[in-house]
């Protein structure tokens, strides 16, 4: 079989006048054009697009492994990093695919897995579906997010509805646990790196201090969520990072608690749902 192509690029035209592209590479989500012809996702000018790396933006999958919480060296795992193969096509919906004979694997992994991503556009809607089913004769435990960069005009007049009061552990300050304020709105004014455990799911997200263009994350089999923005220090240390302005990321994650554990021969899925209401 021919290798996977990392500079294959899939666009996809929606029922209603919104586009999508979506890269074999890391089976990237770099694109989605609402029909009132705004880009909903923010890439890095300076994002990298090629075998072995991961795309600065757009919806990179953290597999089978979210940040370090797994037993790899290698953050975020490695399915953003590997060259994925296209499964199927219709003009309004695309799954890439990934297995252990062609991922960029670490040493030392033995596991047999099949990935699949689904990315399906619909009314003002987009949905994207990750599905792992563990091939292998033993226990394949994992941990994941889809690492969703949505673009944003303004970091500083962003809005974030829907976590108010939620526990979080706090990356910025490692082994802390803390509570949200009970603010309605969280707004985004320095550097941001939390995971909230079992958040709801159903977050809004507020583009622009008057809260006019909005866009919902709904998820499901995702119980957590990250929200993160590096700001303009740890920014300037990112050589592929363009404009630390110009996105917050919103993480569907399994990442808090216990790993998801795949017994021989299942299968799970976890999706996120973006709506775009103006
Ligand atoms: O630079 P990377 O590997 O893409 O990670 C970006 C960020 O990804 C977020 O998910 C993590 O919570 C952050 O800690 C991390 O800095």
Known sequence: MASPNPLLVVELQGPDGSSAKIHAQGATLTSWITPDGVERLFVSSKAKYQAGSA??????????QFAMRGPLTQQHGFARTSTWTLASCESASVVFSLDETSAALPAGWTSAFHLEMEVRLGHETMTQELRVTNRGDSNLPFTTALHTYLAVRDIRATGLRGLRALLYQDNTRPGQALTEEEEEVVRIQSEVDRLYVQAPDRLVLEDGADGRRTLTLAKQGFPDVVVWNPDGAKASGMADLSDWHGFLCIEVAHAARD?????????????????AEG
């Open 259 to 275: 790993p998801v554990i795949l017994k021989p021969g299942e299968t799970w899925a976890g999706r996120q749902i973006l709506g």
């Open 55 to 64: 795309i600065r933006g757009g919806v990179p999958i953290c597999w089978p």
